[in-house]
């Protein structure tokens, strides 16, 4: 009969044999580097409507709506995140203050421009996955929010 | 405690090279620890699109933080703690039932295997015994998946993973593997090393 050890280490190979890293995420992993953004303004997430509700209240309404705050002196963009029940893609909805310009959701490399009416934006289909928020600094440059996964 | 190309012993000197722009350390890293990140992924069940998500999701955070992780050696922690946060909200996203409390555990022990022939090969004898693991209670699998990335994780990134004390996971270990064994002797699996 194996020990404890024997088996830890007995699974731990066959989980590297059945269930091990895939290759694209490692690569995603490492790639993701690319985003890095030194130049920015950073617009940290301040209040989280999922982070700050015990993860097991599932079953209401609002489980699916997810309520974030970023901000950046003097500057906000406040966002509802909603998955959409038949097609799981989700809608974003918010408003921006203290900034100008179009609002920029990235998507890894790719770069989705929204309008922003009356500092207010509505934008539907969006896919799952991870994404930040970036508008322009009045002051110069751009204001972008911490990586959140939508 | 098992290392990747030694860089344990160098973390906060990775951690600094990455910060002040260094690719290769960055690199290096998530060659450290992203069987990590992985494994608490999978230990919530998540299929390939999520998992690969929560993994994405959990390095670009570590991205936006890096000048700002102040213990490096706590690293391991941070991530398995991030993941952990990241896979809830995946898991609140589609409804699906919360993840068991670990230490809820046992209380519900699947049917084991069908008997199988002693002279079974040992590949065919490891994908019984994978079989047999993935049907172990959410919490037993929880604890066990994520302790059986490559390299061991230490029993504090563990804890961060399962948001469990420390002291809880060498006992629950030792009564996961029990059942687990049990589980192979009843369905004449030999899980002895070889």
């Given at each position: 009969?194996?020990?404890?050890?024997?088996?830890?280490?007995?699974?731990?190979?066959?989980?590297?044999?059945?269930d091990?890293?895939?290759?694209?995420?490692?690569?995603?992993?490492?790639?993701?580097?690319?985003?890095?953004?030194?130049?920015?303004?950073?617009?940290?997430?301040v209040?989280?409507?999922?982070r700050d509700?015990?993860?097991?209240a599932?079953?209401?309404?609002?489980?699916?709506?997810?309520?974030?705050?970023?901000?950046?002196?003097?500057?906000?963009?406040?966002?509802?995140?909603?998955?959409?029940?038949?097609?799981?893609?989700?809608?974003?909805?918010?408003?921006?203050?203290?900034?100008?310009?179009?609002?920029?959701?990235?998507?890894?490399?790719?770069?989705?421009?929204?309008p922003?009416?009356?500092?207010?934006?509505?934008?539907?289909g969006?896919?799952?996955?991870?994404?930040?928020?970036?508008?322009?600094?009045?002051?110069?440059g751009?204001?972008?929010?911490?990586?959140?996964?939508? | 405690?098992?290392?990747?190309?030694?860089?344990?012993?160098?973390?906060?000197?990775?951690?600094?090279?990455?910060?002040?722009?260094?690719?290769?350390?960055?690199?290096?890293l998530?060659?450290r620890?992203?069987?990590?990140?992985?494994?608490?992924?999978?230990?919530?069940?998540?299929?390939?699109?999520?998992?690969?998500?929560?993994?994405?999701?959990?390095?670009?955070?570590?991205?936006?933080?890096?000048?700002?992780?102040?213990?490096?050696?706590?690293?391991?922690?941070?991530?398995?703690?991030?993941?952990?946060?990241?896979?809830?909200?995946?898991?609140?996203?589609?409804?699906?039932?919360?993840?068991?409390?670990?230490?809820?555990?046992?209380?519900?022990?699947?049917?084991p295997?069908?008997?199988?022939?002693?002279?079974?090969?040992?590949?065919?004898?490891d994908?019984?015994l994978?079989?047999?693991?993935?049907?172990?209670?959410?919490?037993?699998?929880?604890?066990?998946?994520?302790m059986?990335?490559?390299?061991?994780?230490?029993?504090a990134e563990?804890?961060?993973?399962?948001?469990?004390?420390?002291?809880?996971i060498g006992?629950?270990?030792?009564?996961?593997?029990?059942?687990?064994?049990?589980?192979?002797?009843?369905?004449?699996?030999?899980?002895?090393?070889?």
């Amino acid at each position: 009969m194996s020990t404890d050890d024997e088996l830890e280490s007995l699974l731990r190979d066959l989980a590297a044999q059945h269930d091990a890293v895939p290759e694209h995420v490692t690569a995603a992993a490492k790639a993701s580097w690319e985003l890095r953004d030194l130049d920015s303004r950073i617009a940290t997430l301040v209040a989280d409507s999922w982070r700050d509700q015990p993860a097991v209240a599932t079953r209401d309404s609002l489980g699916t709506l997810r309520m974030l705050t970023f901000t950046s002196d003097g500057a906000s963009i406040e966002v509802d995140v909603e998955t959409d029940s038949i097609t799981g893609t989700r809608r974003m909805r918010g408003f921006v203050t203290g900034a100008d310009g179009d609002l920029v959701i990235e998507r890894g490399r790719t770069r989705i421009t929204v309008p922003l009416v009356d500092g207010q934006f509505d934008v539907e289909g969006l896919a799952p996955g991870p994404a930040r928020l970036s508008v322009l600094d009045p002051t110069g440059g751009r204001i972008v929010t911490t990586w959140v996964s939508l | 405690m098992e290392t990747a190309g030694g860089i344990d012993d160098d973390l906060g000197a990775r951690l600094a090279a990455a910060a002040a722009g260094d690719r290769a350390s960055w690199d290096a890293l998530v060659d450290r620890f992203n069987s990590l990140v992985w494994s608490v992924a999978r230990s919530f069940r998540l299929p390939d699109d999520d998992a690969a998500d929560v993994v994405q999701t959990t390095w670009l955070r570590l991205l936006d933080h890096l000048d700002r992780i102040e213990d490096p050696q706590r690293l391991g922690s941070w991530l398995a703690t991030t993941a952990r946060r990241e896979c809830l909200h995946t898991l609140r996203r589609t409804t699906r039932e919360p993840a068991l409390d670990v230490l809820e555990i046992m209380s519900t022990v699947p049917d084991p295997r069908p008997p199988v022939d002693h002279d079974l090969l040992r590949g065919e004898r490891d994908t019984a015994l994978w079989a047999l693991f993935e049907r172990l209670s959410d919490g037993c699998r929880r604890l066990l998946r994520v302790m059986i990335a490559t390299p061991p994780p230490s029993y504090a990134e563990i804890a961060a993973a399962l948001d469990m004390p420390v002291g809880s996971i060498g006992p629950t270990r030792a009564r996961c593997l029990a059942t687990l064994r049990t589980l192979a002797i009843d369905a004449d699996l030999a899980v002895d090393p070889g």
